[in-house]
């Protein structure tokens, strides 16, 4: 019965023979089947045809859920740790987390227990509300209207008028959630924090899904970050200042410390070659110099130069008179 039960979740409708031949049972062993699930609580439609089917249909209130071994832990695992994830949701997950583990099976319950996670909630936080809200819009594709608070916590807000875009895509970054979409008035896409949202009544005009650059809204939003601009610096590379240096030490040293898109190879006597990249060149070459271990600058001359004034800005401030400053 939970086999069936998992294949009507993950089709839409079923063939009643099809479904037999699946569970490797009778016909008429599905129906009785279908039948006990249906005195669970589940709405089970039958459909017309040469040899029937059936349909899982969303009901009116909650049915006792089935799940086998790898789907509990999975659940409970997600509810552990759901308090990292930006969304004010920390007291409803450890009450799910509770009553899950609760009914769990002995087996299981060891298992979830073995893994201990302290979890360090977001100092900021998304209402569900508004999250629920953000995405729905961007499900039905319709445009979604919202004053922004631009300004940090604490410091003052400005809402501003109410901004219309056509949102794409919810992306969950480092703790916290973000709407890209697509601003008419700005014609380019846009990245805001959908903590500082505030969702007016729905618009109900629909729009045109736009292809997102790459195709992968979270690469994108990652990209953004990184500061890209152009749609070439967002495809053609993670970082808009990419540079090569070799480091007097070898791979092993600072491997641990290197990003996971950067490229790192050992030479032969005992230096390595890191090529890595930032948001400007004068960070590129602080990343390079936060080593602490000699290097030669390979190229381009962008990071040539930039290293030569951060060397002369470190020199400058390490001669500077300390009293000038208080």
Same mark, same amino acid.
């Given at each position: =019965? ?17 479904? +037999? ?18 005195e ?9 045809? /040469? ?19 790898d789907?509990?832990?999975?659940v409970? *695992?997600a509810?552990?740790? +759901? &308090? ?5 949701i920390?007291?409803a997950?450890?009450? +799910?987390?509770? @009553?899950?583990?609760?009914? =769990?099976?002995?087996? *299981? ?6 893994v201990?996670?302290?979890?360090? !909630? ?5 209402? !569900?509300? %508004? ?21 940090w916590p ?17 992306v969950?970054? $480092? ?5 890209l979409?697509? $601003? ?12 500082? =949202?505030? /969702?007016?009544?729905? $618009?109900?005009?629909?729009?045109? /899904? ?5 195709g992968?809204?979270?690469?994108? %939003?990652? +990209? ?9 610096? #967002?495809?053609?590379?993670?970082? !808009?200042? @990419?540079?090569?240096?070799v *480091? ?8 641990p ?6 490229v ?11 090529t ?5 060149? /004068? ?9 602490t271990? &000699?290097? @030669?600058v ?9 290293? @030569?004034?951060?060397?002369?800005? #470190? ?11 208080s």
């Amino acid at each position: =019965m939970l086999t069936l039960l998992s294949l009507l979740q993950v089709r839409r409708d079923w063939a009643g023979d099809v479904l +037999a031949e699946r569970l490797d049972v009778s016909p008429r062993t599905v129906r009785r089947d279908v039948d006990r699930l249906r005195e669970l609580g589940y709405r089970i439609t039958s459909l017309r045809g /040469p040899t029937g089917g059936y349909r899982l249909a969303a009901g009116s209130e909650l049915p006792p859920l089935l799940f086998d071994d790898d789907q509990a832990v999975a659940v409970a *695992l997600a509810l552990a740790v +759901a &308090p990292a994830s930006g969304a004010d949701i920390a007291d409803a997950a450890a009450r +799910a987390l509770a @009553t899950v583990r609760q009914v =769990m099976p002995s087996r *299981l319950r060891h298992r979830i227990d073995a893994v201990e996670v302290a979890t360090a !909630p977001e100092s900021t936080v998304v209402d !569900p509300a %508004v999250l629920v809200a953000v995405s729905d819009a961007v499900r039905s594709a319709h445009v979604l209207r919202f004053g922004y608070t631009s300004a940090w916590p604490g410091v003052g807000t400005d809402d501003g008028p109410t901004r219309r875009v056509e949102p794409h895509a919810v992306v969950a970054r $480092s703790g916290r959630w973000y709407l890209l979409a697509w $601003s008419p008035d700005a014609d380019d896409w846009r990245t805001y924090r959908i903590d500082r =949202m505030q /969702p007016r009544a729905p $618009s109900g005009l629909a729009f045109t /899904p736009r292809p997102v650059p790459g195709g992968d809204p979270a690469a994108f %939003v990652a +990209a953004r970050f990184r500061g890209a601009e152009g749609t070439a610096d #967002l495809l053609g590379r993670g970082w !808009p200042c @990419t540079g090569t240096a070799v *480091l007097h030490v070898p791979a092993s040293g600072v491997a641990p410390y290197v990003d996971d898109d950067a490229v790192l190879e050992d030479l032969d006597d005992g230096t390595c070659r890191l090529t890595t990249g930032s948001w400007s060149w /004068p960070a590129l070459a602080a990343r390079f110099a936060g080593f602490t271990v &000699p290097f @030669t600058v390979v190229g381009p001359e962008q990071l040539r130069t930039a290293t @030569t004034a951060l060397a002369d800005q #470190l020199r400058a401030s390490a001669d500077a008179d300390p009293a000038s400053a208080s």
